[in-house]
């Protein structure tokens, strides 16, 4: 029972599958270890039976990562659970046991299931739309209950904090940083808890040559939740007749931030996601973006499904609900309100789904969001009052008239079958019909008449119509320069010089770009098109995709390289010679601003940023010495700054004068929250000892928020630390 024992002693106990999946055998049966998105994929390709036994991590504290806090580690949900939960109940037909560490992520753990499996339950949260309720439960009615299923017929959620890790023949508890599993008071297998892995998809959609057309479709994936060789639906929509037009993206898959880099698509280049509903394989990818994108994301769907999503994102990241509003825009698109948005109309209706689900149209484009359409069930549902008058018209009309409908197929009880006259009837409705959410792609026998005005979503595919447009190679460059936040300081006409100066080269899958200990070249990179895996000491500790910048540090100083970086399938570089990147370097104050980069890795959670992503951010970071006694605020006035700590002490006191606490750990941020809320300063702050701080101003603060709403999640988590024992 000794602490020591590694779990390699335990191989027969123990497999250990990627993104930090590990499945333990017991006498109790097989335990999940960790659960990310896609694990049951990951299962399925490895020949792995889905275990019935989940064990979920312990949360991580907020503020210790960027990207991270309760079940979220970097932006990605390691209590993703809703599949396996399907897989064990609905084709083994077992409830799935879920074991949290403790009572209070049970909690939170049954609160997202509640969303995302049956919608909100309380009919008060459907406001004037409580019919949608009903038809959800239409969709959903499973014939042995009688009803539809809910969470709790489908798995049982229990805590080791409550005694749930006694299975009987096994026992589960938590010593330290590790699971212990136990079988008549005997260890047999250790886990640890720690998630330090780069967490990697399964499968990445093939790159193919992106033609524009007046509009263009870019499928990220076509498939389902079930299928190993696929990615769930998540398509890119361009709507504009430039080629500088950003993307819509509908729905996010798991994994979609190196998804869209393996495309050459940066975060930067989406303008919103149009979010259908909550299920799992349609939101898996939205924290990743939200807390790891380079760009903030404005999200597009109802009233209603937002409110949800909100209670999501509460329950997942144990943050307070004004914490989660914060990390992204709302755009509200509800049926029969259409929104204006740079230009172009989104319109809306509820779609007829298992939970709240929203059909799109948007530019000619029609996205019917997992809804079920049998137009002889509507007049079924119809006939029981199921569906209001005019109902049925309104989901037959929806898609008339568009160039291209999407329609999530699949079959089954909640999603459309294909049939030769749900084709017909699609067909009719649009010039061209894409069926996604499905790995079957056969047409019925006696559909080869409709042939030509169907294609299947596979990943990768690309859907254009309407008039080429001309591609431009050099506006490509531009928009990639544009897309890493260390050269978008430049002024456009500054970017259009470099655009012209910088070099593309190209590097195929496997091979080096650059590697740790060797001289520099004296060039400067940024990711044009693909993934660039970075390595440090052997371990793989990021990937990088388009507008992420490399070798800065070396071509400035020139040091040896620091990592070594590799292609992770076909890439495409610019690269930025001496000649090129020097005047730049002089142009935005980098030399000076080396020092303070390499300082702020000292700091924990800035650490794990690529060097480049600090340089930036030091940029933005103004120096300011401090005497014994100077006051840098006080109490009740208005907040244009944010600050850091560097060296010394610095006190807060109340608006009584009396002693509230002292910050004296380096790396400290505090007094944002005045800046970020627009709230009068809730305390005075003197140097209690000579110190220096770095101060944000409030133009500073507003770009964290555009590009790094990680960092800026940190500093409000941070600031919340204060005030909590400001209040104590």
Not at 134 to 143: G, K, L, N, Y
Not at 395 to 400: D, I, K, N, S, T
């Amino acid at each position: 029972m000794s602490s020591a024992i590694p779990e390699t002693d335990f191989p027969e106990r123990v497999r250990a599958l990627p993104n930090t999946v590990t499945v333990v055998s017991t006498r109790a049966g097989d335990v999940l270890v960790n659960c990310p998105p896609e694990t049951l994929k990951y299962l399925l390709a490895n020949g792995v039976t889905p275990p019935a036994i989940i064990l979920l991590p312990p949360d991580v504290p907020a503020g210790r990562e960027l990207g991270s806090s309760g079940f979220v580690r970097r932006g990605i949900n390691y209590a993703s659970v809703e599949f396996l939960i399907y897989s064990n109940y609905f084709v083994k037909g077992r409830k799935a046991l879920l074991v949290t560490v403790t009572e209070g992520q049970a909690r939170r753990l049954r609160a997202i299931l509640e969303e995302t499996i049956s919608g909100p339950l309380d009919p008060a949260l459907y406001g004037a739309d409580a019919w949608v309720q009903s038809e959800c439960a239409a969709v959903a009615f499973f014939p042995p209950l009688g009803r539809s299923p809910r969470p709790d017929d489908m798995a049982d959620i229990v805590s080791l904090e409550s005694g749930g890790g006694n299975l009987g023949a096994a026992r589960l508890t938590l010593e330290g940083d590790e699971f212990v599993f136990y079988e008549d008071d005997e260890v047999v297998a250790r886990v640890s808890t720690r998630i330090t892995d780069v967490a990697l998809p399964l499968t990445l959609a093939p790159p193919r040559p992106l033609h524009r057309q007046e509009l263009t479709l870019q499928f990220i994936g076509g498939s389902d939740g079930f299928d190993p060789a696929g990615i769930t639906t998540c398509f890119l929509a361009y709507l504009g007749t430039t080629v500088q037009t950003q993307a819509t993206l509908f729905d996010a898959a798991a994994y979609v931030m190196m998804r869209l880099g393996n495309l050459g698509v940066s975060s930067s280049h989406i303008s919103e996601v149009v979010l259908s509903h909550l299920h799992e394989d349609h939101l898996a990818g939205l924290p990743e973006l939200i807390l790891m994108g380079s760009h903030r994301v404005r999200v597009v769907t109802s009233e209603m499904i937002y409110q949800s999503l909100l209670r999501v994102l509460n329950a997942m990241l144990a943050l307070p609900p004004q914490d989660v509003a914060a990390l992204f825009d709302f755009y509200r698109l509800d049926p029969g309100v259409p929104l204006d948005l740079d230009g172009r109309r989104f319109e809306a209706i509820y779609a007829v789904h298992s939970i709240p689900t929203i059909a799109v149209r948007v530019g000619g484009v029609c996205y019917s969001g997992d809804m079920r359409y049998d137009e002889e069930w509507f007049a079924e549902l119809e006939q029981a009052g199921v569906l209001l008058p005019g109902r049925r018209e309104e989901l037959m009309r929806f898609a008339e008239g568009a160039s291209v409908l999407v329609q999530d197929v699949g079959g089954g009880t909640i999603h459309s079958t294909i049939t030769p006259r749900l084709l017909q009837a699609l067909t009719a409705k649009s010039q061209r019909l894409v069926l996604a959410h499905t790995s079957k792609h056969n047409l019925p026998a006696d559909s080869s008449a409709l042939a030509g005005q169907i294609e299947f979503a596979g990943s990768g595919l690309v859907v254009g119509v309407g008039a080429p447009l001309p591609d431009d190679t050099q506006i490509e460059v531009v928009e990639t320069i544009a897309a890493c936040p260390l050269f978008a300081r430049l002024p456009i006409a500054e970017r259009l010089t470099l655009a012209d100066l910088a070099e593309v080269v190209e590097w195929p899958d496997g091979a080096t770009i650059l590697r740790e200990g060797d001289p520099s070249d004296g060039c400067a990179y940024i990711v044009h098109s693909g993934l660039v895996e970075i390595r440090i000491s052997g371990a793989q500790v990021r990937m990088l995709g388009r507008g992420s910048s490399i070798g800065e540090r070396g071509a400035i100083m020139g040091e040896a390289r620091s990592s070594t970086m590799m292609a992770r399938g076909p890439v495409e570089l610019l690269r930025l010679t001496a000649e090129a990147f020097a005047p730049v370097a002089r142009r935005l104050g980098l030399t000076d601003a080396c020092e303070r980069a390499d300082w702020l890795a000292q700091v924990p959670v800035l650490r794990e940023l690529p060097w480049a992503s600090r340089l930036d951010l030091a940029l933005d970071f103004q120096p300011r010495q401090l005497a014994v006694g100077e006051q840098l605020f006080a109490h009740g006035e208005a907040g244009y700054e944010g600050y850091m700590l560097v060296t010394g002490a610095v006190l807060f006191i109340d608006e009584a004068g009396a002693e509230i606490e002292v910050l004296r750990e380096p790396g400290e941020f505090f007094g944002g929250r005045s800046a970020l809320y627009g709230r009068p300063r809730s305390a005075t702050s003197r140097a209690v000892v000579p110190t220096i701080v770095w101060a944000l101003p409030a133009p500073a603060l507003e770009r964290l928020n555009l590009l790094y709403p990680n960092l800026l999640l940190h500093m409000r988590i941070v600031e919340a630390g204060h005030q909590q024992k400001r209040k104590v």
